[in-house]
DNA sequence: TAGTGAGAGGTTTTT
DNA sequence: CCTCTCACTA
């Protein structure tokens, strides 16, 4: 007879859980990880093991036989919660990956799907993107009026800027105006009416923007005791992953719910607070221990990540931000190689370099995915990417343009979305106009029709359009429309419909949609992963798949990439070797950040972040002469010489820190 | 009122 | 450089 013994579910010492905590974790992280109750607050430095903890928690917690449902982990991006929690139910089991985790932007959509009502919302609102809102913002200008004026006014985007900063930080419109646009202070009056009446549009549209998930979340939490308190007594034990970038709002959700324990962990690094332009604010880590009196603080300062030239680099760097820091990083990891400065004459040169210098690192066996290129805005790696092209070298870019942000799939995307919801005149418009012969004017007379009979599509075929050369296409929209209604269809069933009716305005709107067309498949595989519409169409716009995931179908194993990355996008990660670019004043730090010291503080940080992420190679490259950008007035012919970055040259012992490369060019035989 | 073409202006980072 | 806007034409 075998004997299988069934373990108990309990364990109360240390020494009977599956995993030797003790042994695998360092003492701070430990006692991170096993304090349990009560608020706590984690400064984790770059490296030091901050994902490693969150992961090691989670298990604990589950040993603990806690239910993985009343776990909450709320983190950046979703993809890194998954990463957590995949990694958790590996090093345990598969219990981990029942955690609840996504980001702030995401429980919330899952939260008022269920309690819509009780913001007066139905649960199947639709999130647009900022595009859209902007697009609404712009709507609205023109009802006003407010387009034709002789003055300046201020530009779609910079109203939503002034909106979004506005909720955001919980700050009123006028003083964000003031404070950031003073040259817009005439102004004022009509923003706050377009502010206002954005507003009301929403809410009779059923439409919720980024920054409405979290508002309407918080007033959910803050005006119903009952829900809150449901809310919180289901997770019962919550950690938020980079705190330092999230918003006063965010930080106000956090606390709701935990009112009823207080078992909440945050977990940050003041020194990479990155996202202020959103409206975070790294004080908000200093402000927590206020927040829950009885904090209990641990402060991570051993990194596992970096060596240890490239660490003294680092901390000199942080070194200059004007708040002082109370945590300085160590490493054990030695390291005889000092982190490489080189100047290249340009940005060819530069490419040239990085080309040539990854090659090589590939043949001393550094795999390419290994690798990264970091640079300030999408833009800087555009000539490096034609060099990688050249050169047969495989690379992933990351930031910049989205998938789901381009014309065409915005185009499918509106038929999509005024099957799911009929209120979203945005989508109707984008669709109706996308007819030949409907401009905005006949499209918004459609809509109208459309909105007064909402059961159905019937209004797109009112009879005051029968007359109109464009009747025909209306027809054959009502019948696409209400074929697709059929309740047995799946999402992926009716894109596939859709895109073949939107095939022939496409290729004629697109010169180049042969290159476009593959956009379009991809969009139809993520389709079949989604079993109702309204999933997809929220995932769209809350996560949207980046080009590399788009690039499934290539999952062998030479799909080593070299990684191209913005520091927005590379937060959270490391690679082998490190390139940073471009780094010269205007590029990095970006002429645009000049004007206000705080702003020039975060590209610091942000510089910082950069090189932090590498752990054994760092190589940091100054062209010399850059393609004129704005902000500079070298009238010599679109070229500028550059200024090295200022975060360089204000280190004192640079030379020392660093080891200078100087490049040769082979000189060729003339014979 | 739709569709086109020229000119100007503003250029980051992302849920 | 790329997008948005405005004015013109059909």
Redesign the pocket.
């Known amino acids: 007879m075998k004997k299988y013994t069934l373990k108990k579910s309990f364990a109360a010492e240390i020494g009977k859980y599956t995993i030797d905590y003790k042994a695998e974790l360092n003492q701070q992280q430990f006692k991170a990880v096993t304090n349990i109750h009560g608020p706590q607050l984690v400064i984790a430095g770059a490296g030091s093991g901050k994902t490693r903890t969150l992961i090691f928690r989670v298990a604990f917690l589950v040993e603990n036989n806690i239910n993985p449902g009343s776990i909450l982990l709320l983190t ?3 993809k890194s919660a998954q990463e957590m929690m995949r990694r958790a139910s590996f090093i345990l089991d598969e219990r981990c990956s029942k955690v609840a985790g996504g ?4 429980f919330a959509n899952y939260m008022l799907r269920k309690y819509a009502p009780m913001v007066q919302y139905h649960p199947n609102f639709s999130i647009v ?3 859209d809102a ?1 697009d609404i913002i ?1 709507s609205i200008r023109a009802e006003l009026a407010l ?2 004026k002789e003055r ?1 006014f201020p ?4 109203i939503m800027n002034i909106i ?1 900063k506005s909720t955001n930080k919980c700050i009123p419109v006028e003083d964000v105006l003031i404070d950031d646009y003073p040259h817009f202070e005439e102004e004022l009056d009509d923003v706050l009416k377009i502010s206002n009446l954005y507003r009301k549009y929403k809410r009779q549209k059923q439409v919720m923007d ?2 409405d998930l979290l508002v309407n979340l918080g007033n959910l939490l803050k005006e119903n005791e009952q829900v809150r308190e449901k809310i919180s007594d289901t997770y019962r034990y919550i950690m938020v992953d980079e705190y330092q970038d999230t918003n006063k709002l965010q930080a106000e959700i956090a606390a709701l719910l935990a009112c009823k324990h207080s078992n909440i962990m945050v977990v940050g690094d003041d020194s990479q607070s ?2 202020s ?2 409206g975070a604010n790294f004080r908000n880590i200093m402000d927590f221990p206020s927040m829950f009196p009885d904090t209990t603080i641990t402060t991570l300062e051993q990194n596992y990540r970096s060596t240890r030239p490239i660490l003294e680099l680092t901390n000199a760097i942080i070194e200059n931000a004007r708040e002082k820091y109370s945590k300085k990083l160590f490493s054990d990891i030695a390291g005889q190689e000092k982190p490489a400065y080189l100047k290249t004459i340009d940005e060819t040169e530069q490419a040239e370099f990085i080309g040539q210098r990854v090659l090589e690192l590939r043949e001393e066996g550094v795999p390419l995915n290994k690798i990264a290129v970091l640079f ?4 800087h790696a ?1 000539e490096l990417e034609v060099e990688l092209k050249n050169r047969n070298i495989p690379y992933v870019k ?3 343009l ?1 998938f789901a942000e381009a014309a065409h799939i915005k185009d499918v995307l509106s038929f999509m979305r005024v099957l799911n919801n009929p209120f979203d005149d945005i989508a109707w418009l984008r669709s109706l ?1 996308l ?9 918004n ?1 459609i809509v109208a029709e459309i909105l007064k009979k909402s059961e159905d599509f019937s209004g797109l075929i009112a009879p005051q359009f029968a007359k109109k050369k464009f009747f025909a296409d209306l027809q054959k929209l009502y019948k696409l429309l209400s074929s697709l209604k059929d309740p047995t269809l799946k999402p992926a069933d009716q894109l596939e419909k859709v895109i073949i009716y939107y095939t022939p305005m496409f290729e004629l709107l697109y010169d180049d949609y042969r290159r476009r067309t593959g956009d379009l498949d991809s969009l139809l595989r993520i389709a079949q992963r989604y079993k109702t519409l309204e999933e997809m169409l929220t995932d769209v716009v ?3 798949p980046d080009m590399s995931q788009v690039g499934v179908e290539s999952t062998n194993k030479d799909d080593e990439k070299l990684v191209l990355s ?4 590379a937060k959270g990660l490391e690679w082998h070797s490190v390139f940073i670019i471009h780094l010269v004043e205007g590029y990095f730090p ?1 002429a ?2 000049a004007e206000r010291e705080e ?1 020039m503080e ?2 610091r940080r ?1 510089f910082y972040v950069a090189a932090t992420r590498a752990q054994r190679n760092l190589y940091l490259v100054t062209p010399e002469i850059e393609p004129r ?3 500079y007035h070298d009238d010599f012919s679109g070229y500028m010489f550059a200024e090295p970055c200022r975060f360089l040259t204000e280190i004192e012992n640079f030379n020392e820190l660093t080891e200078p490369w100087a490049l040769e060019i082979e000189k060729e035989d003339p014979f």
């Open positions: 950046f991006t979703r980001t702030f932007h995401s993107d900022r595009g902007e712009n387009n034709k300046r530009r779609k985007t910079t979004s980024y920054d990155i996202y332009f959103r300030r805005a999408s833009w555009n990351y930031g910049g989205k106009t007819l030949e012969g409907i401009g905005p004017s006949y499209a007379k809350l996560e949207p913005t520091i927005h996008s970006s645009r950040s702003n975060e590209e942000l950008s704005w902000g």
